[in-house]
């Protein structure tokens, strides 16, 4: 089954600037057209057209990233109008062709699915230090003294202080999963730290040891620049709402940069923030579970669609599971992560989803 998907996602790359017809493909597998949609949408969790749409916007932007006329890609990509295409690409990334393209915002990758993948799942290369070595080119201020580098978790902040990648600024690690479990409006006090200890189920002794603790010089230090390094999927970008909110929170003044990459790779997208509406969206979003009310970079704007839709008992991961419930829990995992690598979960989310639902 998934070596017929697989034909199916490869002859959809191969006509993805064309118009789409069901009925072409179901031709060229030899199925039916709904046996084709079924299919495709019980391996990948994604419906046919939902994929289609994902891609050629994502593949869109890198048109939009070297100037192209926002009336040609939309023609290149078979809309019928520059509005109708405009209209797609806000409803996805939350701004419209033209604000990405005077703003070069970080946005989710969307890569061609690979459904028989092997190997280790997106385990970030940072030995090379060719991205590094261009930032520090180009930003070479980010590298002084008087800045810290807070890091997605501690896999990361060990290689990057122990190789002292960013030369000797500070750095701290975020060891957290803010994507799962209730918060509090006050970010860092005591009762935050209780609620999210207990929804850990850890002791909370254990808790500050392992996510207060190391952020003690963000507290305790003033910082001119603050650089934020975290992927961009649903999970490293709760986790970087929460640090937004805690500077907003916390009167900050100082310049923020968000180093935004992808996990699979160690391509960093640089962007300046401004802060001064985190907090509000970290209430409404993360405590609250609604819709922000602010415009936000892309790439958060997607994670937070996803994260509402996670928090769905019928959602797109849940029935995965549920369909798949013949498949070892550690067959499952990596299935998982290959097919929703924006969701960002690791092994102890997933595991607590599936013995949630069989």
């Known amino acids: 089954m998934n070596e017929q998907i697989q034909l199916m996602i490869d002859w959809i790359e191969a006509n993805i600037k064309s118009q789409f017809s069901l009925d072409e493909l179901s031709n060229y597998m030899g ?138 600024s500070d750095y701290a690690p ?36 392992k996510v207060i603790d190391p952020l003690r010089n963000l507290f305790n230090k003033e910082y001119k620049c603050i650089v934020l390094w975290f992927g961009e999927d649903m999970f490293c970008q709760m986790n970087l709402l929460t640090i937004l909110s805690y500077l907003e929170q916390s009167g900050y003044e100082g310049k923020v940069f968000l180093n935004s990459f992808r996990e699979d790779e160690f391509k960093v997208n640089q962007t300046e923030l401004e802060l001064g509406h985190y907090y509000s969206v970290y209430n409404e979003v993360l405590v609250n579970h609604t819709k922000p009310s602010n415009e936000l970079v892309p790439v958060m704007y997607q994670a937070i669609n996803i994260y509402l839709e996670m928090l769905k008992e019928d959602n797109a991961v849940v029935k995965y599971i549920k369909k798949n419930r013949d498949i070892s829990t550690n067959e499952l995992i990596p299935k998982l992560f290959n097919l929703f690598p924006t969701i960002g979960y690791g092994d102890t989310q997933y595991k607590e989803l599936i013995s949630k639902f069989r």
């Open 31 to 168: 199925y039916s057209p709904y046996y084709c949609s079924f299919k495709f949408h019980q391996v990948t969790g994604i419906s046919i057209r939902r994929y289609i749409l994902l891609r050629r916007l994502y593949l869109s932007t890198e048109d939009l990233a070297n100037n192209k006329k926002i009336i040609d890609v939309a023609i290149d990509y078979d809309y019928s109008s520059q509005e109708a295409y405009s209209r797609a690409f806000k409803s996805i990334f939350g701004i419209n062709p033209r604000e990405y393209q005077v703003n070069k915002f970080p946005v989710q990758s969307v890569v061609k699915l690979t459904i028989n993948k092997n190997g280790e799942w997106f385990k970030m290369n940072i030995s090379k230090k060719i991205e590094v070595e261009k930032l520090q080119h180009e930003q070479s201020d980010l590298f002084d003294k008087d800045i810290i580098h807070i890091l997605n978790g501690q896999v990361m902040y060990e290689e990057f202080k122990n190789n002292k990648l960013m030369g000797y």
């Open 174 to 209: 975020f060891n957290e999963a803010m994507c799962v479990n209730a918060t509090t409006e006050q970010i860092f006090d005591k009762e935050f730290i209780l609620t999210r200890a207990t929804g850990h189920q850890e002791p909370v002794e254990g808790y500050i040891e």
